[in-house]
């Protein structure tokens, strides 16, 4: 009897979304937290890290579940994804809580123009680079079954 084969299940696409799914969740987890309490980290409490890891996780979906589409290849370039999950930030800011600036959306912008800066600065970095090599899975097109 053969056993579960993780490594045939544990390719790179599987290692690209699961450091994509990560860091990113992490970066507009990080963003939002910060802008949340207005910059004073001693304020942070419980409820606020459950809401900024809410926001991640849910600004993340939209990436993770392009990866399963032949648009994948477009998270491989840096601007692209950070601007692509820039928008998805904004979008999961503003349906998870309500903004603690003036402006009913003001937050959410500043969070998704947060989450832009920090996921172009972390491609420059060598996690960044680490990504950037899981990601050429998706820039190779592979061969019809026949």
């Given at each position: 009897?053969?056993?579960?084969?993780?490594?045939?299940?544990?390719?790179?696409?599987?290692?690209?979304?699961?450091?994509?799914?990560?860091?990113?969740?992490?970066?507009?987890?990080?963003?939002?937290?910060?802008?949340?309490?207005?910059?004073?980290?001693?304020?942070?409490?419980?409820?606020?890290?459950?809401i900024a890891t809410r926001t991640g996780?849910?600004?993340?979906?939209?990436?993770?579940?392009?990866?399963?589409?032949?648009?994948?290849?477009?998270?491989?370039?840096?601007?692209?994804?950070?601007?692509?999950f820039a928008v998805c930030t904004f979008l999961a800011d503003a349906a998870i809580h309500a903004s603690h600036y003036s402006g009913e959306y003001t937050e959410a912008a500043m969070t998704a123009l947060g989450t832009f800066i920090f996921s172009v600065a972390v491609s420059y970095t060598p996690v960044g680079k680490k990504i950037d090599e899981l990601s050429e899975h998706f820039l190779h097109t592979e061969p019809a079954a026949e």
């Open positions: 009897m053969e056993g579960l084969n993780l490594r045939k299940f544990w390719h790179g696409k599987q290692k690209f979304r699961a450091a994509l799914c990560g860091h990113q969740a992490i970066e507009a987890g990080v963003v939002c937290l910060f802008l949340m309490v207005q910059g004073e980290l001693a304020a942070v409490t419980l409820t606020h890290v459950e996780l849910l600004a993340v979906s939209p990436a993770v579940a392009l990866t399963f589409t032949r648009f994948a290849r477009h998270l491989a370039n840096r601007w692209t994804s950070a601007a692509f």
